[in-house]
């Protein structure tokens, strides 16, 4: 059984950081796209970041140069640090995994098969920055 399980979510001040963890079971990361998405409250789920099965990478403009996708294929685990936190980033986080997006060019944050070519997601993670 697939299982997505993120944390490291919790309550900063602006300026400040975390690190947020996808920890997966049933599967192996590798062959799969990785993408954390985030949901505001009143707002539509967008996705955040990114990263191919070959380790490349793709962040949304709203948070490039702040946030940095990575994975660890030896832990299964995909991480999302997270720099410069802003009121505008409080949002639940989710991890979602995708086979048919990995490898074929589609596995970008503007990716028109973004969420719908996600096949495993997680529970989500609680960010709540404060200014």
């Known amino acids: 059984q697939v299982q997505l399980v993120e944390s490291g979510g919790g309550s900063v001040q602006a300026g400040g950081s975390l690190r947020l963890s996808c920890a997966a079971s049933?599967?192996?990361?590798?062959?799969?796209?990785m993408v954390w998405f985030r949901q505001a409250p009143g707002k539509e789920r967008e996705g955040v970041a990114a990263?191919?099965?070959?380790?490349?990478?793709s962040h949304a403009d709203s948070v490039k140069g702040r946030f940095f996708i990575s994975k660890d294929n030896a832990k299964n685990t995909l991480y999302l640090q997270m720099n410069s936190l802003k009121p505008e980033d409080t949002a639940m986080y989710y991890c979602?995994?995708?086979?048919?997006?990995?490898?074929?060019?589609?596995?970008?944050?503007?990716?028109?098969?973004?969420?719908?070519?996600?096949?495993?997601w997680g529970n989500g993670t609680l960010v709540t920055i404060s200014s």
């Open positions: 990263i191919d099965s070959d380790g490349s990478t």
């Open positions: 049933g599967y192996t990361y590798s062959s799969y796209c």
């Open positions: 979602a995994a995708g086979s048919s997006l990995s490898g074929g060019g589609f596995c970008y944050i503007e990716s028109p098969l973004l969420p719908y070519g996600m096949d495993f």
